[in-house]
């Protein structure tokens, strides 16, 4: 197929090829992945580690679970896991970008923990695991970066044992259009700002806020998983609907 003929998908507000797309975004966390957890805590002004406990009290892992931590980059939601599923447990920390999963593995060595988690670096649109294979599954912050949502999300139901659960934590659509004015204001002006002086990279952050804005909101992603196959699928907003759970079931 011919660059004038391929599909196209959204880059932040760029048009580009889907076949760019899952580069671009790689670029983009090889870029950040240095400064990527003191970001989240400037960017969030630390609510972000309260949005990854309340994920991780929505997934219910249980002692002995197996459990993937899907785009789980510097392993934030991982060190969570190992909590909950003990040493008879094992979690997965999962990730396309190996500049990531490189902080993530050495978060988890200084934890202690190694032993526990699994660092694989992976593809959320063909998850290389056989069906049926975990009792949790948890995407945080990076279902929005996957050029194939609605293949990933059918992947990670493949890849659920029947009785399992999937959580969603992602950046969503705020409820109030006040304050969807002030998280605009904050977007596009300050947060690329803060990247620039922090990172040295703003025009990363500046993908990452358009990133957010083309991310389905509430209902639509919900809908996506249903179409997925999960069932009871559930919405909890946080932060007046900046972040939302999403979770649904496999039976």
């Known amino acids: 197929m011919s660059k004038h003929t391929e599909k196209t998908t959204h880059f932040g507000y760029q048009e580009v090829p889907v076949s760019e797309k899952?580069?671009?975004v790689g670029e983009v966390f090889r870029s950040?992945?240095?400064?990527?957890?003191i970001m989240n805590d400037l960017m969030s002004f630390g609510l972000h580690r309260l949005w990854k406990d309340m994920a991780i009290r929505h997934l219910q892992p249980q002692r002995g679970?197996?459990?993937?931590d899907l785009a789980g980059g510097t392993g934030?939601?991982?060190l969570r896991i190992c909590g909950k599923v003990g040493k008879q447990g094992h979690a997965?920390?999962?990730d396309i970008n190996e500049a990531m999963l490189k902080?993530?593995?050495a978060r988890l060595l200084d934890a202690g923990i190694a032993q526990q988690v699994s660092v694989v670096q992976m593809n959320a649109e063909c998850l290389p695991f056989a069906d049926n294979h975990f009792n949790r599954e948890i995407i945080g912050f990076g279902l929005r970066n996957v050029t194939d949502k609605d293949a990933a999300l059918r992947s990670m139901f493949r890849c659920l044992k029947p009785g399992g659960k999937c959580v969603v934590l992602e950046f969503s659509k705020p409820l109030f259009k006040p304050l969807s004015q002030l998280y605009d204001v904050y977007s596009f002006h300050i947060l690329p700002k803060i990247g620039g002086l922090v990172a040295n990279d703003q025009?990363?952050?500046q993908y990452l806020a358009e990133s957010i804005r083309m991310h389905p909101d509430q209902q639509t992603l919900k809908s996506m998983m249903e179409n997925a196959g999960f069932?009871?699928?559930q919405v909890a907003n946080l932060a007046g609907g900046i972040v939302a759970i999403h979770s649904g079931y496999k039976y």
Do not use: E, F
């Open 203 to 205: 025009g990363s952050y």
């Open 76 to 78: 934030d939601l991982t």
């Open 231 to 233: 069932k009871d699928c």
């Open 32 to 37: 950040v992945a240095g400064k990527y957890d």
């Open 22 to 24: 899952a580069g671009r």
């Open 103 to 105: 902080q993530g593995r």
């Open 65 to 68: 679970d197996q459990v993937l």
């Open 92 to 94: 997965i920390l999962g």
